[in-house]
């Protein structure tokens, strides 16, 4: 029995022989009314207290446990009653905190695993590359190598170090993407409001879709030159779209370097634009042989490569450059689309913005 309790029984049969001496004082008849009236008083009183601390102590309890971890996730005991009362109330508050833990805890759980995962991953992506930049130096210390052989290497190093060098860049912009969206990555949110008209680092703003495209091509000017591709770009009359003009025009890039790695030698790529009345879209078709049925539900996955169907794939690709160029998309209210139309055809989406006071929301 708690100090409270008994403070309070105390009290109450201090009251009750104080009450029963004065009734009996007055009458005999009072004196015995009042006595069996505080009886059952104090005998209701009493179940009452019992039932409440009953349940208190079945609560103690399950936080004991809970404490203890003996409760396993997803926390399927249910407390919760639908009596009124401050403890009915109590009851429910703990297990909506205790449903919120477990979804903190399976968050956290599901990050770890994805850690590791990334960390495997990345580990096997610089492996190859190192293990190549060690032989080569090796065979470069060799007096005896031809000058040919020794320009050959001297190349084969700075591919592997300029290859090496994106992969380090790329994963650091994943992880600056997944730091500000609370780590979702590519399968992260849609939320594109900011105080200034910006999503984190990203200041949204209207953006010509023909700088967005010039800007792409810029960066992969000497990739598609050397392999002899053309970009064909065909759009109705000039558009805009609210985007983060440099993190948008590497995604774009990323898609247009995918494109070009799947499609041959002196073909065409082909970049269109325009809008619906759901959003308005910038669109990339290679010349390749299309995208397999068994890779499209996986396409965005970071790290993926795809089944190895494709014979013009690039098999030193590291696998990011789609999984990258989603999570820019995501991050300021759009999507990518993948489908087949005589070539692989990826679809960027920009769903319909309005500016607040707080920026540039989603509708």
């Not at 308005?280 to 396409?299: A, E, F, N």
Request: aromatic letters at 8%; proline letters at 3%; one cysteine or more.
């Amino acid at each position: 029995m708690s100090t409270e309790v008994k403070r309070l029984i105390i009290i109450m049969f201090s009251i009750f022989i104080i009450t029963s001496a004065a009734d009996f004082y007055v009458s005999m008849a009072a004196g015995v009314i009042c006595l069996v009236g505080m009886a059952a008083l104090c005998a209701a009183f009493g179940l009452f207290t019992r039932r409440r601390h009953k349940r208190l102590g079945e609560l103690s309890a399950y936080l004991r446990r809970l404490a203890r971890s003996e409760v396993p996730a997803p926390y399927d005991t249910d407390i919760r009653d639908y009596d009124e009362g401050e403890l009915s109330i109590l009851k429910n508050e703990i297990h909506k905190l205790v449903t919120r833990l477990s979804e903190n805890v399976a968050a956290l759980q599901k990050d770890k695993a994805g850690l590791r995962n990334a960390l495997a991953d990345i580990s096997h992506q610089l492996k190859t590359p190192l293990t190549s930049l060690s032989m080569m130096a090796e065979l470069l210390e060799d007096d005896t190598l031809s000058k040919e052989k020794r320009q050959e290497f001297t190349k084969n190093l700075s591919t592997e170090l300029a290859h090496m060098e994106w992969l380090a860049l790329t994963l650091l912009k994943m992880a600056k993407l997944d730091a500000d969206s609370g780590g979702t990555g590519a399968s992260g949110g849609t939320g594109a409001s900011g105080g200034t008209g910006t999503s984190g680092d990203f200041k949204l703003r209207p953006v010509s879709v023909q700088d967005l495209i010039d800007d792409a091509l810029a960066a992969l000017k000497i990739l598609l030159g050397a392999q002899g591709q053309r970009v064909r770009v065909e759009g109705g009359v000039p558009m805009t779209v609210i985007c983060d003009k440099q993190w948008t025009s590497e995604a774009l890039a990323n898609i247009l370097k995918n494109a070009s790695e799947h499609s041959p030698q002196n073909s065409d790529l082909y970049v269109r634009y325009g809008e619906n009345p759901l959003c308005k879209w910038i669109s990339v078709k290679d010349s390749g042989p299309g995208v397999s049925r068994q890779d499209l539900p996986r396409l965005f996955q970071r790290f993926y490569r795809g089944s190895g169907r494709d014979p013009l794939r690039n098999r030193r690709g590291a696998g990011l450059g789609l999984s990258f160029s989603l999570a820019v998309m995501r991050r300021q209210n759009g999507d990518i689309e993948a489908a087949n139309d005589g070539g692989a055809v990826f679809t960027l989406k920009f769903y319909p913005m309005f500016k607040s006071t707080f920026g540039w929301e989603s509708k």
